[in-house]
């Protein structure tokens, strides 16, 4: 049984960080792509990040510069650190592992809510 389970959400002021934690169980983790995922209120869920390997790594456009993916294989563990962080990043953030792109993911964790609000 595959398991995605997140950590680390909040509540956070504007410009501060804040870093998600996912730890995945049931799984060849290091033949998966791993991703964060949002969705906010009212909208569609959207990519955040997704890594493979150590290189190939993606971003949406409104978190480049600010967020940071990456993974340790040996753990079984994805981590995003979000920086700069603006009222429009809150959202409930989702865990997803993928074997292949183009494709939705497989897998998804139960997400985590990040608020950010003076």
């Known amino acids: 049984q595959v398991q995605l389970v997140e950590s680390g959400g909040g509540l956070v002021q504007p410009g501060g960080s804040l870093k998600l934690s996912c730890v995945a169980s049931?799984?060849?983790?290091?033949?998966?792509?791993m991703g964060w995922y949002r969705q906010a209120p009212g909208k569609q869920r959207e990519l955040v990040a997704r890594i493979f390997g150590e290189t190939r790594l993606s971003y949406a456009d409104s978190v480049k510069d600010r967020f940071t993916i990456s993974r340790d294989d040996a753990k079984n563990l994805v981590v995003l650190q979000m920086t700069s962080l603006k009222p429009e990043d809150t959202a409930t953030y989702y865990c997803?592992?993928?074997?292949?792109?183009?494709?939705?993911?497989?897998?998804w964790g139960q997400g985590i809510q990040v608020t950010v609000s003076s």
């Open positions: 049931g799984l060849d983790f290091s033949i998966y792509h």
């Open positions: 997803s592992a993928q074997r292949w792109l183009g494709v939705t993911p497989l897998y």
